[in-house]
Nanobody, 115 residues
């Protein structure tokens, strides 16, 4: 059974940092791309960053230079290091893993950035 469990969210001030983690259970981690999405209040879900099975990364322009996605295959974990946080980064952050058949989602972790 595949499960994704996010952690690391919280309430911080603008300019602070947070590190999110996503642990993926089930034997699908190393070969598949993993993504971080977010949904801000009143807005649609937005792709934030992704990392392929081979470790190639990408992120949206609004977080480039501030957010870094990485992974540890030995721990089946993907990380999202978020620096220089802004109030507009406030959202529920979700982890997603995409296989050739379907994709799976975590329950989300709340990130709130106060000004």
């Amino acid at each position: 059974q595949v499960q994704l469990v996010e952690s690391g969210g919280g309430l911080v001030q603008a300019g602070d940092s947070l590190s999110l983690s996503c642990v993926v259970s089930g034997n699908i981690f190393s070969d598949n791309a993993v993504y971080w999405y977010r949904r801000a209040p009143g807005k649609q879900r937005e792709l934030v960053a992704g990392i392929t099975g081979g470790g190639a990364t990408n992120s949206v322009d609004s977080v480039k230079g501030r957010f870094t996605i990485s992974k540890d295959n030995a721990k089946n974990t993907v990380y999202l290091q978020m620096n220089s946080l802004k109030p507009e980064d406030t959202a529920v952050y979700y982890c997603n893993i995409r296989t050739s058949i379907t994709d799976y989602w975590g329950q989300g972790t709340q990130v709130t950035v106060s000004s």
